[in-house]
């Protein structure tokens, strides 16, 4: 079992990313910024909670992530793995998912830690913002907020795991398939060594 964290920047790559690494290690993604997007334009009661937040730029509530997350966590006992993706985003969620992960007898094996320079990220936000639609991808405003609370209450999260020698930096700039090759030798070195423990 492995499980793994692919953090990284707004507008870095985790979700192509992720597609990648769900499809080759058959792990089970959690990924509460694809759910509640989903919830806003379903127009569910959650997504009515959610959907200022989402637009501002800002971040959900720590207590509403986490409960989506723990709902998803729980639904899917004996799981090969989970690849959280765009969580955690701040240090209370870590601590919170280490909690959860010890409770199902499991831990956290590494976080990928997708490295892309800013002026890149918001040339790709513009860039998705003409071909996915996203609203919080349109307002200039939304991404300057969203990089803000990136580096204010994100980046933080990346020193925590560093303390545990949990994370793995991947330059996050290139093709898809040779950022993807990049993650894959993380990996390839991760579970040689999980298979030594
Ligand atoms: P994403 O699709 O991952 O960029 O997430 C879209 C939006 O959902 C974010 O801008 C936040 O408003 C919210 N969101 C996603 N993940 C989290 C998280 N881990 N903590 C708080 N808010 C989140």
Redesign the pocket.
């Known amino acids: 079992m492995m499980n793994i964290v692919l953090f990284g920047p ?1 507008g870095g790559g985790k979700g192509t990313q992720s597609a990648l690494i769900k499809q080759k290690y058959r792990l089970i993604p959690i ?4 759910l ?2 989903e919830q806003v334009s379903k127009k569910t009661a959650l997504g009515q909670r959610v959907a200022q ?2 637009d501002r ?4 509530p720590d207590a509403l ?1 986490l409960d989506v997350v723990s709902e998803q966590l729980v639904a899917t006992p004996g799981a090969p793995g989970f690849l959280f993706d ?5 240090v209370a ?1 870590a601590q919170t998912l280490e909690e959860n992960l010890v409770r199902q007898g499991a831990q956290l094996d590494a976080v990928i830690f997708l490295e892309v320079p800013e002026p890149e990220l918001i040339e790709r936000i513009r860039h998705r913002a003409q071909i996915a639609g996203r609203v ?1 991808d349109q307002d200039e405003a939304s991404i300057a907020t ?1 990089m803000r609370i990136y580096h204010e209450d994100t980046l933080p999260v990346a020193q925590y795991y560093a303390n545990q020698n949990k994370l793995f930096r991947v330059c996050g700039v290139g093709a898809i398939d040779v950022i993807f090759t990049r993650i894959e030798a993380v990996l390839a070195r991760l579970s040689n060594l999980l298979m030594l423990k």
């Open positions: 707004p990924a509460p910024g694809c509640l997007r937040y989402i730029g800002e971040l959900a992530v765009g969580f955690p985003r701040t969620q919080d969203r």
